[in-house]
């Protein structure tokens, strides 16, 4: 029989709430979205851009096994269904998510990084999921209620648990890093990201290695070994309790390096030194940034126990999450086009990487390659000039056309040669028919922005024009 992922009484007694209402023997699962919840969620009614107590009757109708609602909502909902009552929705979910870590035996993950954590995540949940039971979130879960969510999500026998931890201000990562506890820590990178927020590079370097705040004695801290910051990291990993400081990349000391990559447009052949170890494996992803954040998989999979031989011969099944790089074939008259959907997020390091990505793929016929490009956001008083500073990244990856949306690609738009330029507009919604309009088959297409740039909404106006190809 499976072990259920909470008893009612226990998940009670870790909210530390009061109930009202008939005990449930089991909860399944754990969920903040009616839309999603599965029956046998416990239905936790946070306040954030909406107010989760609305939706408590929703949560029972959709089959919820209990809410947990706060004191001020308890009277008006009583009656619904069962109750965890208590002083604050978040808080309460911290603490048992606090509860369910202090109660794993799994090894345990944190990533964190400018640009990556994301893919990273994927990559260690497809290399440990085959070596055991794995725990890692379904989405970018890595904020103030997206992890404790997670740590409430996790089954006890779990195997390995993977976390992803992010930040858009000062002094949200270390909270969140003690709540985890993990017992490795990745920082995949540092770049100009959430400079808006930050003095400086040097500065989101120092959030960033926060994550290391949440290691015990016998943690691992793993880093980045080719940024100008790695020194600036082990130095805060020296002053954590880490018992290790590993890195990872092409520098010449990393303690897992690359020693060659062939960089192909559906896949990336790599050999690397993992430890003295030499390890050749397929990566089912493209893209340069991909090869060296599997060197930071690799570095946790042995680090944790985990073989590595099955963790690096796993990774040939990676493929690209929704929005970050995930690919289709479009039907258009007369043939197909390719779409590659990066319209989850963007920065200028991972708009560089896609461009890269869009400058392996061959159009076919009379096709073009063609970047459909939204504002890279919370980028402070820089914004506009890295913006402009993309236009090399088009030269070079030999873009035949950019559509761009919103007031800072302006920027870039301006600094392109005027066989370059598809269409400008201030809105994705304005760029829309521009875009449709234009493509046809042969076409290689990308499409990326920050997700307030809501480039999102295109991608889906690009497939509902151009149906997907059926699978052979």
Same mark, same amino acid.
């Given at each position: 029989m499976?072990?259920?992922?909470?008893?009612g009484?226990?998940?009670?007694?870790a909210l530390?709430?009061?109930?009202v209402?008939?005990?449930?023997?089991?909860?399944?699962?754990?969920?903040?979205?009616?839309?999603?919840?599965?029956?046998?969620?416990?239905?936790?009614?946070?306040?954030?851009?909406?107010?989760?107590h609305?939706? %408590?009757? *929703?949560?029972?109708?959709?089959? =919820?096994?209990l809410a947990?609602?706060?004191? +001020? @909502?308890?009277? $008006?909902? /009583?009656?619904?269904g069962?109750?965890?009552?208590?002083?604050?929705?978040?808080?309460?979910m911290?603490?048992?998510?606090?509860?369910?870590?202090?109660?794993l035996?799994?090894?345990v993950?944190?990533i964190?990084?400018?640009v990556?954590?994301?893919?990273?995540?994927?990559?260690?949940?497809?290399?440990?999921?085959?070596q055991g039971p794995?725990?890692?979130?379904v989405?970018?879960?890595?904020?103030?209620w997206?992890?404790?969510?997670?740590?409430?999500?996790?089954p006890l026998?779990?195997?390995?648990?993977?976390?992803?931890?992010?930040m858009?201000?000062?002094?949200e990562?270390?909270?969140?890093a003690?709540?985890?506890?993990?017992?490795?820590?990745i920082?995949?990178?540092?770049?100009?990201?959430?400079?808006?927020?930050?003095?400086? %590079?040097? *500065?989101?370097?120092?959030?960033? =290695?926060?994550?290391y705040?949440?290691?015990? +004695? @016998?943690?691992? $801290?793993i /880093?980045n070994a080719?940024l100008?910051?790695?020194?600036?990291?082990?130095?805060?990993?020296m002053?954590?309790?880490?018992?290790?400081?590993v890195?990872f990349?092409?520098?010449p000391?990393a303690?897992v390096?690359?020693?060659?990559?062939?960089?192909h447009a559906?896949?990336?052949?790599?050999?690397a030194?993992?430890?003295?170890?030499?390890?050749?494996?397929k990566?089912?992803?493209?893209?340069?940034?991909?090869v060296?954040?599997s060197?930071?998989?690799l570095?946790?999979?042995?680090?944790i126990g985990?073989d590595?031989?099955?963790?690096?011969?796993?990774?040939?099944d990676?493929?690209?999450?929704?929005g970050?790089?995930?690919r289709?074939r479009?039907?258009?008259?007369?043939?197909?086009?390719?779409?590659m959907?990066e319209?989850y997020?963007?920065n200028?390091?991972?708009?560089r990487? =896609?461009?890269?990505?869009?400058?392996r793929l +061959?159009?076919?016929g009379?096709?073009?390659?063609?970047a459909?490009?939204?504002?890279?956001?919370?980028l402070?008083p820089?914004?506009?000039?890295?913006?402009?500073d993309?236009?090399?990244a088009?030269?070079?990856?030999?873009?035949?056309?950019?559509?761009?949306?919103?007031?800072?690609?302006r920027?870039?738009?301006?600094?392109?040669?005027?066989?370059?330029?598809?269409?400008y507009a201030?809105?994705?919604?304005?760029?829309?028919a521009?875009?449709?309009?234009a493509?046809?088959?042969?076409?290689?297409?990308?499409?990326?922005?920050?997700l307030?740039s809501?480039?999102?909404?295109?991608v889906?106006?690009m497939v509902?024009r151009f149906p997907?190809?059926s699978?052979d």
């Amino acid at each position: 029989m499976t072990t259920p992922l909470w008893t009612g009484p226990d998940l009670i007694t870790a909210l530390g709430a009061r109930l009202v209402g008939a005990m449930p023997a089991i909860v399944s699962g754990a969920s903040i979205d009616t839309r999603s919840l599965v029956p046998g969620d416990a239905f936790f009614a946070l306040i954030d851009q909406r107010d989760g107590h609305a939706f %408590v009757g *929703a949560a029972f109708a959709a089959g =919820a096994s209990l809410a947990v609602v706060d004191e +001020a @909502h308890a009277a $008006a909902l /009583a009656g619904l269904g069962p109750l965890a009552v208590v002083d604050d929705v978040l808080r309460a979910m911290e603490r048992a998510g606090m509860a369910r870590r202090a109660a794993l035996n799994a090894g345990v993950i944190a990533i964190t990084g400018s640009v990556g954590k994301t893919g990273t995540k994927e990559a260690l949940r497809l290399a440990l999921s085959r070596q055991g039971p794995t725990m890692a979130p379904v989405a970018s879960f890595n904020n103030h209620w997206g992890v404790p969510l997670t740590l409430v999500r996790t089954p006890l026998d779990s195997r390995y648990a993977v976390y992803e931890i992010g930040m858009s201000n000062p002094g949200e990562i270390a909270p969140l890093a003690r709540m985890a506890r993990p017992d490795i820590a990745i920082i995949t990178t540092v770049q100009a990201v959430h400079l808006a927020a930050f003095p400086s %590079v040097d *500065a989101i370097a120092d959030e960033k =290695a926060a994550i290391y705040e949440g290691l015990p +004695a @016998h943690g691992i $801290a793993i /880093a980045n070994a080719d940024l100008p910051q790695t020194a600036r990291l082990r130095a805060h990993a020296m002053a954590s309790k880490a018992g290790r400081f590993v890195t990872f990349g092409e520098a010449p000391g990393a303690d897992v390096r690359l020693v060659s990559c062939s960089l192909h447009a559906d896949l990336s052949v790599v050999e690397a030194d993992v430890f003295g170890t030499r390890v050749a494996y397929k990566i089912g992803s493209p893209g340069k940034h991909i090869v060296m954040n599997s060197l930071s998989v690799l570095a946790a999979a042995r680090l944790i126990g985990a073989d590595l031989a099955l963790a690096a011969l796993a990774l040939a099944d990676l493929t690209p999450p929704q929005g970050r790089g995930a690919r289709q074939r479009l039907s258009a008259a007369g043939g197909e086009m390719i779409l590659m959907d990066e319209s989850y997020n963007a920065n200028p390091a991972s708009m560089r990487a =896609a461009l890269e990505n869009l400058g392996r793929l +061959a159009p076919t016929g009379h096709g073009r390659r063609i970047a459909v490009l939204g504002d890279m956001l919370e980028l402070g008083p820089e914004g506009p000039a890295m913006h402009a500073d993309l236009a090399p990244a088009i030269e070079d990856n030999h873009v035949d056309l950019v559509f761009a949306a919103g007031p800072l690609m302006r920027n870039l738009y301006d600094a392109l040669p005027s066989a370059r330029r598809g269409a400008y507009a201030a809105s994705s919604a304005a760029l829309e028919a521009h875009v449709l309009d234009a493509l046809r088959a042969g076409d290689v297409v990308t499409v990326k922005g920050s997700l307030g740039s809501k480039m999102g909404p295109l991608v889906k106006a690009m497939v509902t024009r151009f149906p997907p190809v059926s699978a052979d």
